[in-house]
Structure formats: structure tokens, C-alpha cells
């Protein structure tokens, strides 16, 4: 599998609802950062289901390095 395409070096805080499904990109690709778009096709990468427990600020990741895909464990800080 390749390497994602770092889509920034940060976090993107997202204000969820609780119950609904989010699907992160994790090729780094999409338009529709930090959500899938498509981009992945011809690709090793799938989308990541984030499925919000509770309604409130989420940060994901957009580097795509994250061990806690698909949310934000701060590892940008070392790319």
C-alpha cells in the first residue's frame, strides 16, 4: 500500500451528531476534507466509518498519520 497524501498538517474540527455515521478519508485525496469524496478509486485506501456517540466537536486527523484513525492523536507534529 502507498503512502496517503498528507491533505494538512492539523486537525479538522468537525461539529458532529451524535447517532450519524461520518466516513474519513484516508487517502488524503478528497476535495471534501476530511470526508471521502471518491478519490480513494483505483486505490489500496478505503474510508474510515466514524460513527459519532455524542453530538459535539470532533477533531480528525489530516494527515492521515494518525494511530487513531480517524481521529487526530497529534501526529502531524512529527512529519
Known sequence: MSDPV????????VEVQEGKSYWWCAC?????????DGSHKGTDFVPTE?????????????????????????SHANL
Open 6 to 13: 498528507i491533505a494538512q498538517k492539523e486537525p479538522i474540527a
Open 28 to 36: 488524503g485525496k478528497s476535495q471534501k476534507q476530511p470526508f471521502c
Open 50 to 74: 466514524y460513527k459519532a456517540e455524542k453530538g459535539g466537536k470532533v477533531f480528525f486527523c489530516g494527515c492521515k498519520h494518525s494511530g487513531k484513525q480517524p481521529l487526530c492523536d497529534g
